[in-house]
C-alpha cells in the first residue's frame, strides 16, 4: 500500500507543479489565465530571493509496487505582512488530483502550511476559493478557518495587464 509524504518542492518538481497547476486552472474552468512557464517557476521559487514557497503530496509506493514516487498535489504559498497583525501566510494554490481526494491530502498539505507559518512567526494562514467550490470552503471551515466574505463582508480585488500598466503610468 502506497503511502503520501508533504515535503518542500525541489527545483526538480517544477515540471510536475506546472502540470498540476494546470490541472487546477483547468477544474477552476480559467485554463485560459494560466502563463507561466517551467522556467519562471524555476526563477522565481528556487532563485536567491525566492518569490513563493511549494510543498507537494508524493505518493510513495510500498516495497514490491512498481509504481515510483508521483507528485499528486501541492501547495503554493509566500508570506505578506498585515498592518494589524503582522506577518502571514498565504496559501495561493492547493490542489489534489481528483482521483487522490477525500484520503487527507489536502488537508495534510494546509497543516504543514500552518506548521511553516507558526514557525516563522506569522500570526494567520490566508486563502481564497471560488464562490462555487463548496467542498473546499467546507474543508477550510471544518479545518477552523474562518470564512472573511461572511464575517466581515472583504471583497478581493487585482490589478493586472493594461490596468497595472495605467495606474503605474507606464
Same mark, same amino acid.
Given at each position: 500500500? /502506497?503511502f ?5 518542492a #525541489? ?6 507543479? %506546472?502540470?498540476?497547476i494546470?490541472e487546477? /486552472? *483547468?477544474?477552476e474552468? %480559467?485554463?485560459?489565465?494560466v502563463k507561466?512557464s *517551467?522556467e519562471a517557476l524555476r /526563477?522565481? @521559487?528556487?532563485?536567491e530571493t525566492?518569490f513563493y514557497?511549494? %510543498?507537494? /503530496?508524493?505518493i ?5 509496487e512498481?509504481?515510483?514516487p508521483?507528485v499528486?498535489?501541492y501547495g !503554493?504559498?509566500?508570506?505578506s505582512y498585515?498592518?494589524?497583525? @503582522?506577518?502571514n501566510?498565504? !496559501? *495561493?494554490?492547493?490542489y489534489?488530483?481528483p482521483e487522490?481526494?477525500?484520503? @487527507?491530502?489536502g488537508?495534510k498539505?494546509i497543516? #504543514?502550511?500552518?506548521?511553516?507559518a !507558526? ?6 494562514l490566508? %486563502?481564497a ?6 467542498r473546499a470552503m467546507? !474543508? ?8 472573511l466574505?461572511e464575517? *466581515?463582508g472583504?471583497?478581493c480585488f487585482?490589478?493586472e @495587464?493594461?490596468?497595472m500598466r495605467?495606474l503605474?503610468g507606464?
Open positions: 500500500m /502506497a503520501v509524504m508533504i515535503r518542500e #525541489k527545483e526538480g518538481d517544477c515540471g510536475n507543479i %506546472l502540470r498540476l494546470r487546477l /486552472a *483547468e477544474y474552468k %480559467l485554463s485560459d489565465q507561466i *517551467e /526563477a522565481d @521559487g528556487f532563485g525566492p514557497h511549494c %510543498l507537494v /503530496a508524493e510513495l509506493s510500498a516495497p514490491g512498481p509504481q515510483g508521483c499528486v498535489g !503554493l504559498y509566500y508570506f498585515s498592518t494589524w497583525k @503582522g506577518r501566510i498565504y !496559501l *495561493e494554490d492547493i489534489v488530483k487522490y481526494r477525500g484520503q @487527507g491530502i488537508s498539505i497543516k #504543514k502550511v500552518a506548521e511553516v !507558526l514557525d516563522k512567526g506569522c500570526s494567520q490566508r %486563502l476559493v471560488l464562490d462555487w467550490n463548496k467546507d !474543508l477550510y471551515k471544518a479545518l477552523g478557518a474562518q470564512d466574505t464575517a *466581515e472583504w471583497h487585482r490589478f @495587464g493594461e490596468a495605467e503605474a507606464k
